[in-house]
Every structure is written in structure tokens, then in C-alpha cells.
């Protein structure tokens, strides 16, 4: 579950943390884990045959990157100001920096309605390619999700998972729970989701 | 002159040694060898027999491949030997960790005979960094006169490993059994065929067919 990286101080003036513009990690990014394996002949049968020789799959944690961005897109550094009802964007990506394609990406995040109001219709995605600067990834073609969790079912949805009464748990992918399309991410791409909150 | 003489000869057998060496290091494992005989009329019997002439016999050393594919065994990702279709012959891939991936293993029996008691296996890194073997999930290639042929793409073999078998060393008991070789506690040891300690059906099939074992697993 992804944390809130905004917090309210007092007045009408809220004084934001960026608490790291957060790397939630499903790991640390790029720590390769070997391993190598190859087919023998144990020896003893009818027919002898040659080793494969060792066969190397490399595996790398993918990170999960949640940033908070100004209406411009411009990724709010520490210690920023926002004023109560001012609208920012929260933005989720994943970089998937292999070739191969990850499959059945699933993502949470949990909204604290205490200091943010989802602003409804405002789920999008896009696709950009491995390695974009945060520039890059804003720039992407976005393309709107809808809230519901089906009909029409896309790859995302938000739904009202505690009081008090209002939207604020948003899942990407097959989610257990809260199921969306499964999202698979296709080799050297990175894929982005963003909505927009309000403070309070 | 004598010396100079002996030097060249040196000179000339290192040569030959370094070029078969060099040869062995391209050409691989898989040799053909040659062995000539013919049956002779010693003499001195009461008839005399005409020879029969040289028959040849060559033996090649069957070569094992080991391939990694994705998960719908749509891409082939690396191969070992390496095998230009696969990947642009590449050896290694880099996936995202938690990936479900299949391991293919074959033989082609390129001879002109059928195979019996054929044996292989293979040992899984199953350590945290390792793989986690998908229970169940071993199936092979018909080992009878519809196997793939031992010319047939590596896509076909795979589409051909149908036949599920189970990972029990028996009962009901198959070609091909996956254990628990050491201590962390998972599936890690494939063996195929009537291995040593860890015994399955012994396998045997045609000339010019290829036997696969598929199975499924995920990379940590």
C-alpha cells in the first residue's frame, strides 16, 4: 500500500513534505540476481549425451515511483507550499527496464481523505519509453481510466474503502478486491498512472 | 642442421597441437567418430572367401539445449547452446524479478537409430535469488512416431510438450521426476529418464525425432 507523501500542517497555507517523492519500493531498482543452470547427462544410460552448458537469467526488482506534481507537471520538490483546495497531481509510475514484459503489474494507493479530496474522472495512464525524465513521462499521450472498478473495466479504478464517505483507494491492475483489467507492462517501457487531488 | 631440424619439427607439432585445440574450443563437444572394419578370409582354409569390405561406423555425442521462453511460450529469451533464432543466439536475459518463466530441454537425436535409456537432468538454483519451480507443471513431447523431428524449430518443440507427467519419482510413475535436493525446502532436481537415485521410466526414442521436457517456473 502506498502512503500519502503530502501532509497538511495548519491554516490556510498547508506546508507540504515531499517525503522523498517517495520510491515505494516493490524493491530497490536495478539489484540483478543471477542465476545459472544447465541440462547433464548424469552418465549411466544408453546414450551419452553433452551438457547444455549454463544458462544465465538475471532477474531485476522493478521500482514503484509515486511523485507529486503541480497542474504545469512539475514535480514538487521538499518542503513545497500549497494552499488548502489548490490541486496538485499525484503521479505512480513503474519503469520495466528489461526486455522482457512484466506481467500482472498490480498497484495500490490509499488516499488519507483527512488531507486530500480525489477529484473524480481524473484517472489517466500512459506509456513512455524506458529511462524518461520526468519531463518525458508528462508528456506522455495519456489516456483516461474510469472510476469504476468495471463497465467498461480498464486497467484501474478507485473506489470508497473507509469512512468517511468519499473515493480514496485507488488500484492498477487485478488487484485482489478491487480487480481491474490485469496490466501487464511490455519490455524497455515505463508505464505511468496519475490522478489529481485537492488539499484540504 | 640437426638441431635447426628438431626445431622445426617442434615448431611444427605445437602448431598442430594449438590448431586442434582451436578446432576442439570452435567445433564444441559434439564430435562424429569414425571406426572402419571389414570382415577378411584369414587363409589357409578349404575355401577361400572374398573380403567383405570396410563398414563404417560414426557416433556422435547428442548435444542437450536448454532454453528459457516466456511465460506463454510465445519468445524464446536465451539458449544454451546458443541457437541464432532464439533471441539472436543470446545466452542470458535479464527479467523482472517474480517472473514466470519455462525452461525447455531437448535432444535431437540426429542418428539414424533409435535411443534407449536416456538420461538427463537438471539441477534448479532454487535459492532466494534463484527459481521456484510452478508444481506440476512438467510435461514432455510424445517419445513414439509422432514426435517433433530432429529438424523441427524450436517453436515446435515446444508446442509439441503436451503430455503432462508428474513430479513423483513414481506412482503413477513417467519419464521425468522433480525432488527436493537439498535444504531449502523446494522442488529443485529434474531428472528424466532412469537416473541414478532418483529412477523414472527408462526412456528410449526414434531416429531422427526430438524428445523435450517443459516445465514452468518463476525467477525470484
Known amino acids: 500500500m502506498l502512503s500519502r507523501i503530502l501532509k497538511r500542517w495548519s491554516g490556510s497555507t498547508a506546508k507540504v513534505f515531499v517525503r522523498a517523492i517517495l520510491i515505494l519500493a516493490l524493491g530497490w531498482p536495478v539489484v540483478p540476481f543471477a542465476a545459472t543452470n544447465q541440462a547433464v547427462d548424469p552418465g549411466g544410460g544408453g546414450a551419452t549425451l553433452s551438457a547444455s552448458g549454463p544458462l544465465t537469467v538475471n ?58 479530496t480525489y477529484v473524480a474522472g481524473s484517472l489517466e495512464t500512459t506509456a513512455v519509453p524506458t529511462g524518461s525524465n520526468d519531463a518525458a513521462i508528462w508528456a506522455g499521450a495519456w489516456t483516461p481510466v ?23 483507494r485507488v488500484t492498477f491492475g487485478a488487484v485482489v478486491g478491487q480487480s481491474n483489467q490485469v496490466l501487464n507492462i511490455s519490455g524497455s517501457t515505463l508505464r505511468a498512472v496519475r490522478f489529481r487531488v485537492a488539499v484540504k | 642442421m640437426p638441431k635447426h631440424f628438431v626445431l622445426n619439427l617442434a615448431d611444427v607439432v605445437m602448431k598442430r597441437i594449438l590448431a586442434t585445440s582451436l578446432a576442439m574450443l570452435v567445433l564444441g563437444p559434439v564430435g562424429v567418430y569414425a571406426a572402419v572394419n571389414q570382415a577378411t578370409d584369414p587363409g589357409g582354409g578349404g575355401v577361400s572367401l572374398t573380403n567383405s569390405g570396410n563398414v563404417t561406423v560414426n557416433s556422435s555425442t547428442l548435444q ?50 533409435s535411443l534407449s535409456d536416456v538420461r538427463f537432468q537438471d539441477l534448479l538454483d532454487d535459492s532466494a535469488t534463484g527459481f521456484t519451480y510452478t508444481a506440476s507443471s512438467i510435461k514432455r513431447t510424445p517419445n513414439d512416431g509422432t ?72 525467477k525470484n
Not at chain 2, 516466456?70 to 517472473?99: F, Q, Y
Not at chain 2, 503413477?172 to 535436493?181: H, K, L, R
Not at chain 2, 525425432?209 to 517443459?214: D, N, P, V, W
Open chain 1, 59 to 116: 532477474s531485476v526488482q522493478l521500482a514503484l515511483v509515486k511523485q507529486a506534481r503541480d497542474l504545469s507537471g512539475a514535480v514538487m520538490p521538499g518542503g513545497s507550499n500549497v494552499t488548502a483546495g489548490q490541486q496538485i497531481y499525484f503521479v505512480l509510475y513503474v519503469d520495466n527496464v528489461t526486455s522482457v514484459m512484466a506481467n500482472d503489474i498490480r498497484i495500490t494507493d490509499l488516499l488519507n481523505e483527512a488531507q486530500f
Open chain 1, 146 to 168: 474510469t472510476d469504476a472498478v468495471a463497465g467498461p473495466d480498464d486497467t484501474g479504478s478507485i473506489t470508497d474503502s473507509v469512512a468517511p464517505a468519499g473515493l480514496d
Open chain 2, 64 to 113: 542437450l539445449m536448454k532454453q528459457v521462453w516466456d511465460s506463454a511460450g510465445s519468445n524464446c529469451l536465451a539458449s544454451i547452446p546458443a541457437d541464432a533464432t532464439c533471441n539472436s543466439s543470446a545466452s542470458s536475459i535479464t527479467v523482472p524479478a517474480g517472473t514466470t518463466l519455462k525452461f525447455l530441454i531437448y535432444v535431437k537425436n540426429t542418428s539414424d537409430v
Open chain 2, 147 to 218: 514426435a517433433p523431428a530432429d529438424t523441427a524449430t524450436n517453436a515446435t518443440i515446444l508446442a509439441a510438450a503436451t503430455t503432462a507427467l508428474t513430479d513423483a519419482v513414481g506412482g503413477p510413475d513417467d519419464f521425468a521426476s522433480i525432488t527436493d535436493s537439498n535444504a531449502n525446502v523446494k522442488l529443485d532436481k529434474l531428472t528424466v529418464g532412469a537416473v541414478t537415485g532418483q529412477a523414472n521410466l527408462s526412456l528410449s526414442f526414434l531416429a531422427h525425432k526430438t524428445f523435450a521436457i517443459l516445465l514452468t517456473v518463476t
